[in-house]
């Protein structure tokens, strides 16, 4: 496996702790509005929330690794800059997860304007009664505003590739699915580690010597 690739999934179990502060309450949600009395098991939906969660990463993922591509191609964009930005990010990201430094909610805003537009079709999809409706909501949530998903979509960016960016974000997408299970499945002492204060700034200041090893290795 590429280190890339590694290092994205890693990335996703260490910003757990965020995932359950912004995603959450999301999850419990929807695991809540599941039909009782549903011939489908809970397990199968709830496994189908994250699969199309995923599966938007993937696709953003692939977009954006297109455009660094095209930026790079076209436009003469170095990609060596690209990846000393990624690790900027990486160190702002566990800044943010720390709580130190908010500039990511910032970047978050952004993305608030795409989702304004997505966020009305969920409507469509509740009651969530059969495991299509499942992944059409859980692709849906994919494109929730969120500062850990754009620190690592410049991952992808700095890739330069269609396939590196989408894989990336699949790596990634995968990393987040342990705490959200979690979570869907309220296991009471691991969600409590995981929003343990201790455990944010353990792993915040994990991201942070990760990004500036990182930008150490590229500079």
Request: charged share 15%; hydrophobic share 40%.
């Given at each position: 496996m590429n280190i890339d690739y590694?290092?994205?999934?890693?990335?996703?179990?260490?910003?757990?702790?965020?995932?359950?502060?912004?995603?959450?309450?999301?999850?419990?949600?929807l695991t809540s509005a599941l039909p009782k009395h549903s011939s489908y098991s809970k397990t199968l939906l709830v496994f189908s929330y994250n699969f199309g969660r995923i599966l938007s990463y993937t696709l953003i993922g692939a977009i954006v690794g297109f455009t660094g591509s095209v930026a790079a191609k076209n436009l003469g964009v170095p990609l060596a800059g690209l990846r000393v930005i990624s690790a900027l990010f990486l160190i702002f990201l566990g800044l943010y997860i720390g709580q130190w430094?908010?500039?990511?909610?910032?970047?978050?805003?952004?993305?608030?304007?795409?989702?304004?537009?997505?966020?009305?079709?969920?409507?469509?999809?509740?009651?969530?009664?059969?495991?299509?409706?499942a992944i059409g909501l859980g692709a849906l949530w994919g494109w929730l505003p969120c500062g850990l998903i754009y620190s690592m979509l410049t991952w992808s960016l700095a890739s330069g590739s269609v396939t590196a960016g989408a894989l990336i974000m699949t790596s990634f997408g995968l990393g987040t699915l342990p705490a959200l299970l979690i979570m869907s499945y309220s296991f009471i002492k691991a969600k409590t580690l995981l929003n343990h204060p201790l455990f944010r700034k353990t792993m915040a200041i994990s991201l942070i010597g990760y990004g500036i090893y990182t930008l150490y290795l590229l500079v």
């Open positions: 590694f290092s994205a999934f890693i990335i996703g179990i260490l910003g757990s702790g965020h995932c359950l502060g912004m995603c959450g309450g999301i999850t419990s949600m430094l908010m500039w990511l909610n910032r970047v978050e805003r952004l993305g608030k304007f795409i989702w304004q537009y997505l966020s009305p079709y969920s409507k469509r999809l509740i009651p969530v009664d059969s495991p299509q409706k």
